[in-house]
Every structure is written in C-alpha cells, then in structure tokens.
C-alpha cells in the first residue's frame, strides 16, 4: 500500500529551552529564516508526502499558523513588490495537507503517535520527529520507503554515533543484510556504553505499518509514566520483522540548545548569501580567544 500520510509529533513542553518555550513551540524557532518544523515538513513534501498529521498541544498554535494562508501578509507583499518573498509563503502555506489533531496530556512519543490513529487508520505511515533535521532528508525517506515497499514491514532510520555517546539514544540490536539495510532483532533505549548491542542510533524517522497502533495500545507506561514507542516497536518485532536503514546524511538535533546552535551554525556555513561572512566572524572569534588563553 501506498505511503500517503507523516505523523509529525510536536506537543511536547520543550523544557530544556525555557523560557523561550512558554510562548514559542520549540519547533518554531528559527534556522536562520526558516523554523525547524518546515525543513522537516519539506522533506516529506519532497518524498511526495502530502498529508500531514501534526500532533499538537494548546499552547501550539504558532504551527498551526504558520501552515495556514496569510491573506493580509500576501497583500502587503504583493503592494510593495516583494514577489521572492510572496511566493516563499505562498508555497509554504498551500504545499501541503495539515491536519491538526490534539494531544491533551503529555504522555509520551508512543501515546503521541496513537493519538494520530483516528486519522491514519489502517495504514503505512511516517513518523517524524519535531527537533531532528536531516540533511537532503528526503533522500532518507525515499530510501525508506522503498524498503518497505520490497518488505511490506516497519523502516527504522539510524546513524552510527561514536560508542561513548550511545546512551542519549535508543540503540538497536541488528544483523546486516545488504548496504544500508539491517534486520533488527532488538532495541534498548539509552544504554551504558559497554552494554550497547552496537552503535547504530534511531535518528527520529520511522514508517510503520498500522499494527504498531495494537502494539501501542497494549504498551504499559514507563518512566514518568510514558508509553515509549520502542517498546511499542519491540512488542511489534514480536510479530513481525522490522528492518533499519542506515542514514549516512549529517543528522541535526535541535532538541538541546548546543545541538539548536550547532545546527545554526553549520547550516549558515552552508548558505551561500552569507557562509562567506559567517565564516569570517567565527574565524574572528576563534583569535580572539584564542589570544585570551594565551595571554
């Protein structure tokens, strides 16, 4: 079956950036001109994914507009002959199908994922999360999306982090079967280092097929009381098999305020309207402390 629908779940509190997060979604914070959501709003648009189902809370609004048309905004450009401008937020606004369905209590990625259920139905889906940009992550789903099209069964993407920080992350138990593609056996969420089955990360990009909905609904809460989608999905591998693709595109986490600004970094490096500057005013830096430690 065709893949038609992304679940984006974007109503947690963002905590970790109060207080800019009491007013703002997290997900709505710039990367240079363009908030966090859109660029992975983008990369399931440029996979042919239309419809998307965000996952809100009350205090999400801002998403819900930006998504929406502008009529006085596009009036405005058009008078005063902005047309690059105009026609930015007119695709922004008209490129895809949202549909806002609401989380009413923080219970977790996996209750956040269910709460999406009366809309997908049954069937194949993407999850993406709201703080995790991919580089070219379009790429990434359509190489997903063809794994699941020759298998039929839920695509995981990973990358390889280095085995001392595989305890921020869900790690997965896989056995390699060709190129980037592995079967995995098993999942353990944020592992000590010695204990870790490898060091291939689940990055924030899944399609699964609608029974991980079954599995979710019989998923028992954890820490905090949370229903965690890897135990979902290791419900899941008990009925059938699950596959991981091996992501080799750079993977941004926006999630925390170093990773928020490292992104913005990287990405203005990358910008040819204004990598040559921003180089300069790092490289600025850079001497100057570096003058300061040695004096």
């Not at 930006?66 to 058009?78: A, C, G, S, V, Y």
């Not at 008078?79 to 930015?88: A, F, H, I, V, Y």
Request: aromatic residues 8%.
């Amino acid at each position: 079956m065709h893949v038609r629908k992304a679940v984006l779940p974007v109503a947690g509190w963002g905590t970790r950036f109060l207080p800019a997060t009491k007013a703002m979604p997290k997900e709505m914070f710039p990367i240079i001109d363009k908030p966090v959501i859109q660029f992975i709003v983008e990369e399931c648009i440029d996979a042919n994914v239309e419809n998307i189902i965000f996952v809100t809370g009350r205090h999400k609004r801002p998403i819900e507009h930006h998504f929406d048309i502008n009529t006085d905004l596009e009036k405005h450009l058009e008078e005063c002959n902005k047309t690059g401008l105009l026609e930015n937020i007119r695709q922004i606004s008209r490129w895809i199908n949202p549909i806002y369905v609401r989380q009413k209590e923080q219970l977790g990625l996996g209750h956040a994922v269910l709460t999406a259920e009366p809309v997908v139905g049954e069937e194949p889906f993407i999850v993406s999360l709201g703080d995790i940009v991919v580089e070219d992550g379009s790429s990434v789903i359509e190489e997903m999306l063809s794994i699941y099209n020759k298998y039929g069964r839920s695509v995981i993407a990973v990358f390889e982090v280095p085995q001392e920080e595989v305890g921020k992350y869900g790690v997965v138990d896989a056995v390699h079967l060709d190129g980037p593609v592995y079967s995995i056996k098993d999942l353990v969420e944020k592992p000590s280092p010695d204990k870790a089955p490898s060091n291939l990360a689940i990055v924030g990009r899944y399609i699964f097929t609608p029974r991980i909905f079954e599995k979710l609904r019989v998923t028992k809460p954890g820490k905090g009381g949370e229903i965690q989608l890897t135990d979902a999905i290791k419900l899941l591998l008990e009925d059938e098999q699950v596959y991981a693709y091996k992501v080799e595109n750079k993977v941004y986490d926006t999630g925390t305020p170093i990773g928020y600004i490292k992104t913005i970094i990287d990405i203005a490096l990358q910008r040819e309207d204004i990598k040559d500057e921003m180089f300069e005013f790092l490289q600025d830096i850079i001497n100057k402390h570096s003058q300061c430690i040695d004096i």
